[in-house]
């Protein structure tokens, strides 16, 4: 019922910059937050960074100043930019919608969503 579209990844040299867009779609009337992971190789996915229907982000420490995410003002899209990109940023980066209500009259438990994700590569 919710479909959430990443884009804007891709390849870049270490020290460079990318912004990563997230689209939410569908049956949407209300949602804790929204939110990025990213899983690289090998590795379990972790936490990147959410911003709340309010605007409260939060950040990974590791992440704070390099890192900053941002909504539209229709609150259905949200930013990831990121700056001063390093190797090991490099990885598969997820868009998360959490504990999505979709209309005023649901009845069911708010349900949590995920994109597809999408590749981010930074070289060295």
């Known amino acids: 019922q919710v479909q959430l579209v990443e884009s804007g990844g891709g390849f870049v040299q270490a020290g460079g910059s990318l912004r990563l867009s997230c689209v939410a779609s569908g049956s949407i009337f209300q949602m804790n937050y929204m939110a990025w992971y990213r899983q690289a190789p090998g590795k379990e996915r972790e936490f990147v960074a959410l911003?709340?229907?309010?605007?409260?982000?939060t950040y990974e420490d590791s992440l704070r100043g390099r890192f900053t995410i941002s909504r539209d003002k229709v609150k259905t899209t949200v930013f990831l930019e990121m700056n001063s990109l390093k190797p090991e940023d490099t990885g598969v980066y997820y868009c998360?919608?959490?504990?999505?209500?979709?209309?005023?009259?649901?009845?069911?438990?708010?349900?949590?969503?995920w994109g597809q994700g999408i590749q981010v590569t930074v070289s060295s």
């Open positions: 911003i709340t229907g309010a605007g409260r982000t």
């Open positions: 998360h919608a959490n504990k999505v209500i979709h209309s005023a009259t649901a009845t069911g438990p708010p349900l949590d969503y």
